[in-house]
């Protein structure tokens, strides 16, 4: 089946800008990320959903970051008012209901802040 | 917090020989060590896994031990070819919790 889907694959915005990313997650998976990979970085959590709910956001650098999962399927990244320092790649991933472990991951979005 | 630490950052071996790539965790309630494979501009996969009830687990070259009384986890690859060429990450999860902390990444270079 379809694996992890992210979009826009690139973005490109100014400084203050606001921006939104999107993750489709494996049809089923009741589990999904959000991880902020930085060049030569390893990604670093910034927030889990277990259904519509988060289940942990500690990892959200500030209130800039938002996100949400309305149906407990697709989930949207928010960022307002954008920073150079935010550029990174966006990464999204799902893992299955029924407490498995595994995490699938997408291909990631690539911000870029100008 | 978790904190995992990885090592080395870089590391090149001739085709053939062995690689071995090392994590330190701090949270001892961790159970769960994932390691992810990522090639460039591409998608991290995952390569193998490993829970703290069992110390060693092997997939034909790839294989990976935890200490968990030294909070250590190791991956080995035998018998290096080209295409392990990537970055390599490890992670762990705590107890509990399902917050995966990852390391800072191996840049694995295979020399043909």
């Known amino acids: 089946g379809a694996g992890v889907s992210q979009t826009p694959s690139n973005k490109v915005t100014e400084k203050g800008k606001y921006v939104e990313l999107r993750c489709d997650p494996i049809?089923?998976?009741?589990?999904l990320y959000w991880y902020r990979q930085s060049l030569g970085q390893g990604p670093e959590f910034l927030i889990y959903?277990?259904?519509?709910?988060?289940?942990?956001d500690s990892g959200l650098p500030n209130d800039r970051f938002f996100a949400v999962r309305p149906e407990g399927s697709v989930s949207t990244l928010k960022i307002q008012r954008t920073e150079r320092g935010d550029s990174a790649v966006y990464l999204c991933?799902?893992?299955?209901?029924?407490?498995?472990?595994?995490?699938?991951f997408g291909p990631g979005t690539r911000l870029t802040v100008l | 917090g978790e904190n995992v630490e990885q090592h080395p950052s870089t590391l090149s071996v001739q085709e053939g020989d062995s690689a071995v790539i090392k994590c330190t965790y701090s949270?001892?309630?961790?159970?769960?060590f994932p390691w992810y494979k990522q090639e460039l501009g591409k998608r991290p996969q995952l390569i193998i896994d490993?829970?703290?009830?069992?110390g060693e687990k092997k997939d034909q070259r790839i294989a990976v031990t935890l200490n968990k009384t030294a909070k250590h986890f190791s991956l080995h690859i035998t018998e290096t070819q080209p295409e392990d060429s990537a970055v390599y990450f490890c992670?762990?999860?705590?107890?509990?919790?399902?917050?995966?902390?990852f390391g800072t990444g191996t840049r694995l270079k295979v020399l043909a």
């Open positions: 049809s089923g998976h009741t589990a």
């Open positions: 992670a762990a999860r705590a107890s509990g919790t399902y917050k995966y902390i």
């Open positions: 991933a799902s893992r299955p209901a029924g407490g498995g472990d595994t995490q699938y």
């Open positions: 490993i829970r703290s009830n069992v």
């Open positions: 949270d001892s309630a961790s159970n769960y």
């Open positions: 959903f277990q259904g519509t709910g988060a289940a942990d």
